[in-house]
């Protein structure tokens, strides 16, 4: 049971615009920054987005954050089959001892 | 480009303490929060702890009593060790690299900017 909830899977046609929503509480996402990682199949985890809505180097600007009291978003504008992949939304949880906290996953088919 | 890599068994026996390595490459492991990450089969990430290049640790509340993260800035590496463990500890584990920066009040922007490959490690007798 992951403290970040997240819906298991979407799914769009290539071209299109996708969301995928993170929440959790005043302890994690409501007090602190939330980064989202892209898993392609098999791979590690990768960086997508940092700081609710930072872009690391090399990442495209068909991706974007945002955040909302206790709950993130994640966006994907311009679909291509390779953004096929699982994204997890992270962020620091500051209940008992700060500590690192993820979602469950979101399943993406770009259909 | 920074490189983290793990190596350690891939297979381990109930009640043993799994033990990792994950040398850094391309920079240096002073500074950043070097952490450690896993993911069971079919799961989820689920964060294990993180240790400071100055040796401080901090440790998932769930795993605390059987974690021990610790550093060697001299071979630029860091371990893991997770002890009395069971078949629910098998997952493929990650390094990663930790930046964390506290923003005032209880905030913190904390995000994890370069992993490893990831290795399996089973627990089976």
């Known amino acids: 049971q992951s403290v970040l909830t997240q819906p298991p899977s979407v799914s769009a046609a290539p071209g299109q615009k996708v969301t995928i929503s993170c929440s959790g509480s005043s302890s994690n996402i409501g007090n602190n920054y939330v980064s989202w990682y892209q898993q392609l199949p098999g791979t590690a985890p990768k960086l997508l987005i940092y700081d609710n809505n930072k872009r690391p180097s090399g990442i495209p600007d068909r991706f974007s954050g945002s955040k909302s009291g206790t709950s993130a978003t994640l966006g994907i504008t311009g679909l291509q089959t390779g953004d096929e992949a699982d994204y997890y939304c992270?962020?620091?949880?500051?209940?008992?001892?700060?500590?690192?906290?993820f979602g469950g996953g979101t399943k993406l088919t770009v259909l | 480009q920074v490189q983290l890599q793990e190596s350690g068994p891939g297979l381990v026996k109930p009640s043993e303490t799994l033990s990792l390595t994950c040398t850094v490459s391309?920079?240096?492991?002073?500074?950043?929060?070097w952490s450690w990450i896993r993911q069971p089969p079919g799961k989820g990430l689920e964060w294990i702890g993180y240790i400071y290049y100055s040796g401080s640790t901090n440790y998932n509340p769930s795993l605390k009593s059987r974690v021990t993260i610790s550093v060697d800035t001299s071979k630029n590496q860091f371990s893991l060790k997770l002890s009395s463990v069971t078949a629910a500890d098998t997952a493929v584990y990650y390094c990663?690299?930790?930046?964390?920066?506290?923003?005032?009040?209880?905030?913190?922007?904390?995000?994890?900017?370069?992993w490893g490959q990831g290795t399996l490690v089973t627990v089976s007798s």
């Open positions: 391309g920079g240096s492991i002073s500074s950043y929060y």
């Open positions: 990663a690299r930790g930046k964390i920066a506290y923003c005032g009040g209880d905030c913190y922007s904390g995000y994890f900017d370069y």
């Open positions: 992270g962020t620091w949880d500051s209940s008992l001892s700060a500590g690192g906290v």
